[in-house]
């Protein structure tokens, strides 16, 4: 696969020796339409409120032996100023380094060794309820667990700009932010993915809570979406971080139907693509379906794109959307779909004779004699920006990288002609 912007002289006069591209006119196929909207509906984080077991929630601090503490749900000015005062300042990844800049992130951090506080994380339901909201589907039945990472402490004027979570390993998909209940305003939580953008006010929600009945908030986005903390412009905005990664004890789940987002529900996925299945107007002599996925995912740093047991291990990974178009492809079509990461056309063209189309010259001089050009993908999603891996992030992260990068994947599936659609489909 290229970037026809790229070489746009060479790739004009490629297109108009090869004549038009039938995947263009499927793209414009109103049952694609349907399931490309479908797909496009999604949020990549889920929020709320949450009150705890008991009517305090003590925080222990400290790096020697005498440890100080503060009730969470009812800290004064004074103990977070001293709270404040302690925290180291927190850094940020910048190539592998850890980094001070107050310009791009003004804040306090305690590692996880330095402090604990009274809330089971377990018992709380709070990872339930965090999971229904972030998987669909067989993918439901995902067991999750969450690891105690950081403290930190906004105060007035404190700030950080937009980043991804650093990517601990493959088994690492969420972050999960608990924010307390402490006087302050300023320091939204803003989400940005896929060309939308929201925004969690938990200072907000939380000042309208009864004081004698006291909560705190939670919000779980998954680790690839950008997302920053607005200035702090009064008082001290306080929250404790879990990254979450995938467990994989066996349970047993009732099979739960999501409503909104559309793109998360398994079952309407598997109808919208059903129908385009069925319709024999759509690909009429079969071919390729090509979906650009709508997260990115963390993969080791040495990865080889020609080996696939890594990509493998991802098909029991994928998020929201993701994984209800997998399993939707799974069971329409009798067979497993295959990931890929971009560029793909290298593999195709060695393993399974695949070719390129509309490639510009240079291109197709570094493709080599065995590559014939008619082969082709019909994108249904197709692997735009939103699965483009940014600069920024290979600059800034939360921590500094270390052996996981974020990549885009593409998912490929063959399907047969009308009436063949199962029987004649076969893994690439």
């Known amino acids: ?8 002289e060479d790739y004009d006069a490629h297109e108009r020796q090869l004549g038009p591209n039938p995947s263009l006119s499927l793209m414009s196929h109103s049952r694609a339409e349907d399931l490309r909207r479908t797909l496009d509906e999604t949020m990549p984080y889920c929020c709320g409120t949450l009150r705890p077991a008991s009517s305090s929630l003590t925080l222990y601090y400290g790096k020697t032996e005498q440890a100080r503490r503060i009730d969470l749900l009812h800290a004064s000015t004074h103990a977070l100023s001293d709270l404040e005062r302690y925290c180291d300042p927190a850094t940020f990844g910048v190539s592998q380094q850890n980094v001070l800049d107050l310009a ?6 305690l590692d996880r060794d330095h402090f604990a506080f009274d809330f089971d994380i377990e018992r709380s339901g709070l990872l339930e309820v965090v999971r229904m909201g972030m998987f669909t589907g067989k993918s439901q039945k995902q067991r999750i667990r969450a690891e105690l990472y950081k403290l930190n402490i906004y105060g007035k004027g404190c700030f950080f700009k937009s980043h991804k979570d650093t990517p601990r390993s493959t088994a ?6 608990l924010i307390f209940p402490t006087a302050h305003s300023g320091g939204e939580l803003l989400i940005a993915h896929g060309g939308r953008k929201w925004s969690f006010d938990a200072a907000s929600v939380l000042s309208d809570t009864n004081t004698s009945d006291p909560r705190l908030a939670y919000v779980a986005f998954f680790s690839d979406v950008e997302h920053e903390v607005t200035r702090v412009t009064s008082g001290h905005r306080l929250s404790i971080t879990y990254n979450l990664y995938y467990a994989y004890d066996d349970i047993c789940m009732d099979r739960l ?3 909104q987002p559309r793109g998360a529900n398994a079952s309407e996925v598997h109808d919208l693509l059903n129908s385009l299945l069925d319709d024999h107007s759509f690909l009429p002599n079969g071919g390729v379906l090509g979906f650009g996925l709508r997260h990115l995912y963390p993969l080791p740093t040495h990865f080889d794109a020609h080996d696939d047991k890594t990509l493998n291990i991802l098909k029991d990974k994928l998020k929201g959307i ?3 178009l997998f399993q939707a492809c799974t069971e329409l079509l009798d067979t497993s779909p295959t990931l890929y990461t971009p560029p793909v056309w290298e593999k195709l063209c060695r393993q ?4 390129l189309i509309n490639a510009p010259p240079k291109v197709l001089e570094t493709a080599g004699p065995g590559c014939i050009r008619h082969w082709t993908v019909h994108w249904v999603t197709p692997l735009s920006d939103v699965n483009r891996v940014k600069t920024r992030f290979a600059a800034y992260g939360n921590e500094p990288m270390m ?3 974020y990549q885009r994947i593409c998912l490929l599936i063959q399907v047969g002609s009308p009436g063949r659609r199962k029987g004649s489909v076969s893994q690439l």
Do not use: C, H, Q, T
């Open 1 to 8: 696969m290229f970037d026809p912007a790229s070489d746009s």
């Open 104 to 109: 791009y992130r003004k804040a306090g951090k």
């Open 172 to 177: 690492m998909f969420a972050s999960l932010v």
């Open 257 to 259: 139907e999501v409503i």
């Open 322 to 324: 993701d994984a209800a």
């Open 352 to 355: 399974w004779n695949g070719v």
């Open 403 to 405: 052996g996981y990068l």
